[in-house]
């Protein structure tokens, strides 16, 4: 089992933090030693770890529980016990970006000004994909838009389409941001955008050019019709809301 070697950071830099706020100052030196080594190392003991970094037992408690709430950290006890770095899955840093959300509250219309351009580029990106399994089912997902004629369908092929879109493009941060701000946005009081009842047609017009362009392999096309067939959509009921 790999074991971290403690000099990394040095417990100096701890020591040259500790006008600002000890405890902070040991859960970034914590976080360093633990990026710096494959999940599963041993980071060291409870003791071990308040020795070489030189601070108390009650301040490394306390930095450990802010690296477990990040998922970062990992605390074992008994035989081959000590605090074990760790990952933290998709779900929980979602998770922290939502809580940073929410602690520094942005409006629903901000999220959804966001999401909208991230839609745009993440079409673009779908237009370099060669993978022809996804290609055929990008297809598939042309062939059906047709048949969405209630709340429920539009919101599955929504949602299926967005997933499709991510497996073709493959950027963890850039579905992340995506997700995240989808979901603030569309938890928010007032959240909903689309009226199917008033705009299907022209949802289902849209929604054929951006995959037609994304089939063609057409960058510049795929951008241009995810801004004007969802951005301007979105802008378009944002600004009616105002009013």
């Given at each position: ?21 000890l405890v902070a100052a040991t859960t970034q030196t914590l976080r360093e030693r633990i990026f710096a ?94 993978d022809p399994d996804l290609l055929r089912d990008m297809r598939a997902m042309g062939d059906r838009v ?86 301007a959509v979105i802008l378009r009921h944002l600004k009616a809301a105002r009013d």
């Amino acid at each position: 089992m790999p074991i971290i070697a403690t000099d990394l950071p040095t417990q100096a830099k701890v020591r040259r933090r500790r006008g600002s706020n000890l405890v902070a100052a040991t859960t970034q030196t914590l976080r360093e030693r633990i990026f710096a080594a494959p999940p599963g190392t041993l980071i060291g003991s409870l003791h071990a770890l308040a020795r070489s970094l030189e601070v108390g037992i009650v301040t490394l408690q306390q930095a450990a529980r802010v690296l477990e709430h990040e998922g970062l950290l990992e605390v074992r006890r008994g035989p081959g016990g000590g605090y074990y770095g760790a990952r933290p899955d998709d779900a929980s840093l979602e998770r922290a970006f939502d809580a940073y959300l929410r602690v520094h509250p942005a409006t629903y219309e901000e999220a959804l000004d966001i999401t909208s351009l991230l839609f745009n580029e993440l079409a673009a990106a779908a237009a370099r994909c060669e993978d022809p399994d996804l290609l055929r089912d990008m297809r598939a997902m042309g062939d059906r838009v047709e048949s969405c004629m209630t709340d429920s369908d539009l919101g599955t092929f929504e949602f299926e389409f967005q997933e499709l879109l991510f497996r073709m493009v493959r950027r963890p941060l850039f579905e992340m941001l995506t997700r995240v701000t989808l979901h603030y946005a569309t938890s928010r009081p007032g959240a909903p955008v689309h009226a199917p009842g008033h705009d299907l047609a022209q949802w289902k017009a849209g929604r054929r050019r951006i995959i037609t362009a994304i089939l063609a392999r057409d960058v510049a096309l795929a951008r241009f019709e995810a801004d004007r067939s969802n951005r301007a959509v979105i802008l378009r009921h944002l600004k009616a809301a105002r009013d």
